[in-house]
């Protein structure tokens, strides 16, 4: 028997379980998807499906939020931080290679 676990980007979760897992409202996640801050996997029947990726993203867009950031403000906060991650792995990636 496998215990095969979803991908992190492969969409599983509906938007209840989603809102309730980040610990926010299901209005919050339309509004979200909305300003563009997240775009979720869709069914044939356009139901959204949310990844672990997503919410990993729905948790960064609740701290920005705490700490002050207006939607706006994590419009151009998010796409920074996905951009010094990817570098940031690209970095170990080459130190990696020259160890």
């Known amino acids: 028997m496998h215990d095969r ?12 379980v989603a809102a309730d897992l980040v610990g926010t409202g ?6 979200y998807e909305t300003r563009g801050l997240l775009t ?6 356009g139901t959204r499906r949310y990844s672990a ?6 948790r960064r867009i609740g701290d920005l939020l705490d ?8 419009a151009m906060v998010l796409p920074l931080q996905d951009e010094n991650a990817r570098l ?7 130190s990696g290679e020259e160890a």
């Open 5 to 16: 676990q979803p991908r992190a980007s492969q969409g599983v979760y509906g938007i209840t």
């Open 26 to 31: 299901v209005q919050n996640l339309r509004a």
């Open 40 to 45: 979720p996997a869709r069914t044939a029947g």
């Open 53 to 58: 990726d997503d919410l990993d993203r729905l």
């Open 67 to 74: 700490a002050g950031l207006n939607l706006a403000g994590i």
């Open 88 to 94: 940031r792995k690209q970095g170990d990636e080459f």
